[in-house]
C-alpha cells in the first residue's frame, strides 16, 4: 500500500490545488470561495481546462504557515470527495511538485515535463 504524504506545516508558504472535474465544478468553485472569504487567503481562477502540471481540472488557494493549522483540517473536513495537491513554495517548481508534495484525498498523477523548459 503506498504512503500518502498528508500536508505538514514546515514551510513558509503553500499552494492548495483543489482537483474537479464537471460533475464537481459547482462543489469545488464553492469551496474554493468559502476557504477564501472565510481565511482570508487568495483564491486564483476556476480551470476548467488543465493548467500547468495539473493533469485535472484545478482551483489554486495560496496561503502561508500562518494560516496552515486552521486552514488545512478546515480544508480535509470541507472537500468531499475531491483531492487536494498540498505543496510548498520553495523556489524551485519540480521539487514543491516531488518533494514538497503533500495530498488530501488520493494523489493525483502531475505532468511534470510542464516544468521542462
Not at 460533475?23 to 482570508?40: M, N, P, T, V
Not at 500562518?66 to 483531492?83: H, M, S, T
Request: glycine fraction near 6%.
Amino acid at each position: 500500500m503506498e504512503m500518502i504524504n498528508r500536508p505538514i506545516n514546515r514551510h513558509q508558504a503553500y499552494h492548495a490545488h483543489v482537483y474537479f472535474d464537471q460533475d464537481s465544478l459547482a462543489f469545488a468553485s464553492e469551496l474554493c470561495h468559502q476557504a477564501g472569504e472565510k481565511f482570508g487567503l487568495k483564491v486564483g481562477r476556476v480551470h476548467e481546462k488543465c493548467v500547468g502540471p495539473h493533469t485535472q481540472w484545478s482551483c489554486q488557494i495560496i496561503f502561508n504557515h500562518k494560516a496552515f493549522d486552521a486552514f488545512i483540517p478546515w480544508l480535509d473536513e470541507q472537500r468531499g470527495e475531491l483531492n487536494v495537491l498540498v505543496h510548498a513554495l520553495s523556489g524551485n517548481a519540480i521539487d514543491d511538485h516531488t518533494n514538497y508534495a503533500y495530498w488530501l484525498g488520493d494523489p493525483v498523477e502531475l505532468n511534470m515535463d510542464a516544468f521542462l523548459d
